[in-house]
């Protein structure tokens, strides 16, 4: 068997609204078809057994702490910043050497690494999987088929857009049609599985709206339950599972889905999960589910694409197609917990990255359908410091005070977290191609990248 890679890149346009056109959706959908191949992984089926042969974890170094892990979608923390140190962070003297690179269908699923392995999400022929590769060499290790191939409402992209999660040795992986999988994550066995709208009993989303592209939201895990957003109108539009059996736990909400992920914060004495829906910033209670607080937000197409951040004291949220952004700080008001905006902007505007926050600034692209450009504001006012269209649409990753961009084309950036002025510190360009719009993954001063063909691994190593 082979595992396919996109021949080419389907030119298809955006899947944010707006661009519409039937004939470019006809010539994206003819060109999906067309593949070269590379070497397919032992697949598992979904009641597979554990494989024969197995390649034993990397030996954890005692001083190497949290540095081999990349956990979660945006990282251990959710909000796209390693804590890694000892990085090459001047490519124009230093250009970092690729260590491997291996073909990989389409999809935008990011990576996460841990025990020496890195998981992502890709489509093969008529089935999307769960790929398990080996993280220092980039050998594949399993393949797991998750669900039939998803193609969107629009039929412009085709495969997974979540991000799995990685938890005390088992996956949670979401496919774009809400089926839930958790898996082991040496072997890729399959340990349960839900559908999500089937639980929860909100409606499938590809029957209910015009603009959908699928969950994109990756779970969050919450002591022992795996957040999720299926998006209903009856309690249902989050939800709440077992993350040791996948049984519903509870649901709250009336909102349709979001694509930005769900984030945990601990403040005012109350743990909160803060999620993104279509059309609003939603707080609740994780035991219960109780709603806690909410604030509307969002557009006309329900697309809130960037994940919230959070960071002293205050949450930051961005949105495109003219919603723009708003910092808030939450208090306490007659025992309830309020958000109390401190500024609104139209000044940036996330698509769908979501923008880091250092040291009193936020760094992110702003812009949707037309030209996008790269900016810089302040956090306490929200005024512009610099803007920039070296880098454009794309997605990013935090380190060591500075900022690593993927830009859609496949260009890598390497900028300093500058609040003075635009500071570029390397340009790869030829890595990727046309559309990356998964985010970065750093580990043990690794940079993993993927398109919607390949996957590759950067050294980043100081020397």
Known sequence: MNWPETKRDTKSISRIPGLNQ???????????????????????????????????????????????LWTSFLGNHRNGISDETGLNLDWNLHKPAVLWRVPLGSGYSSMVIAEGRLWTMATHLKNDFV?????????????????????????????PRSTPTYHEGKLYCLLPAGDLLCLNAISGKVLWNVNIFQLSGAPRQEEQTLYYWGMSASP????????LQPGGNNNNS???????TGKLVWGAGSDPPGYGSPIVVD??????????????ILSLNPEQGRMLWRIVWGNKYNCNCATPVWNDESLFISSAYGTGCMRFALFRQNEEIRPISQWKSLSLQNQFATSIIKDGYIYGPHGDLAGVSYRCLDMQRGKIQWQTRRVGKCTQIAAE???????????????????????????LTGLLSFKAWANPALANRRLYLRDEKRLLCLDLQKK
């Open 22 to 68: 039937t004939c470019v959706f006809l010539i994206a959908l003819i060109l999906s078809t067309n593949f070269v191949y590379g070497q397919l992984p032992e697949i598992n089926p979904q009641s597979s057994q554990t494989p024969k042969k197995t390649v034993a974890p990397a030996k954890k170094s005692s001083s190497n702490r949290e540095t081999g």
């Open 131 to 159: 790929v398990c590769f080996d993280a220092q060499s980039g050998k594949k290790l399993w393949a797991t088929v998750a669900a039939p191939t998803y193609i969107d409402h629009q039929k412009q992209a085709r495969g």
């Open 220 to 227: 969050l895990i919450e002591g022992d339950l795996v957040i």
């Open 238 to 244: 989050v939800i709440a599972v077992n993350k040791d």
């Open 267 to 280: 403040t005012l004495e109350q743990r909160q999960i803060i999620v993104p829906t279509g059309s609003s």
């Open 401 to 427: 005070g500075h900022l690593i961009c993927l830009t859609e084309q496949g260009t890598l950036i390497l900028a300093e977290a500058n609040p003075t002025e635009y500071r570029e510190k390397g340009n």
